[in-house]
């Protein structure tokens, strides 16, 4: 199978069930680690080797993006946005939570990386439009124009992961 075939796998669902989410990561990631289809099934016509070369880096940045929405997704599944007091007799299992929520978020970290590199590559020959796919010209404009940061949408959910698990390593049974 081939990139976009493994790509075409991938479909958010109307509700974020984990394993749902799982399935689409590994859509995404075995997108990535295939060889593209002949240029003629290209998800967009594709004329000379700069607008193939453009076309791959623009489809490995925009994988990058989705799988990074895709553990983001995960994590919120795990995550407890506010310790409550009545929360204290599933401490542990909060606290075992929010482990796999933080996972989540610092697997998106790496595909953050990974999505800057293939954006300044795309970045590079952006004199060459390609029809069919200016949603991912467009994230690639987002990417090098700061419009889009992801490193510090994963910060802030990092940030607000560890204040909810210091409040819930704080508790005792005399909160409840």
Do not use: C
């Amino acid at each position: 199978m081939y990139a976009e075939q493994y790509y075409k796998l991938y479909h958010e669902h109307l509700y974020h069930y984990p394993d749902d989410t799982m399935e689409d990561i590994y859509y995404l990631e075995s997108a990535l680690k295939a060889d593209f289809a002949n240029p003629l099934y290209a998800l967009a016509p594709i004329k000379d080797t700069t607008e193939w070369e453009r076309y791959r880096d623009l489809f490995s940045m925009h994988v990058s993006l989705k799988l990074i929405y895709s553990f983001l997704t995960l994590g919120s599944k795990y995550d407890k946005m506010t310790a409550f007091f009545y929360n204290y007799p599933w401490k542990r299992q909060n606290l075992e939570s929010l482990d796999k929520a933080e996972q989540a978020y610092k697997a998106a970290y790496g595909w953050w990386q990974k999505a800057k590199e293939w954006s300044a590559k795309a970045w590079a020959m952006r004199g060459t439009h390609l029809d069919h796919i200016e949603e991912w010209e467009t994230e690639n404009f987002r990417v090098e124009t700061g419009d889009l940061d992801y490193q510090a949408i994963i910060d802030a959910q990092l940030a607000r992961l560890a204040k909810v698990r210091a409040d819930f390593q704080k508790m005792d049974k005399s909160t409840y």
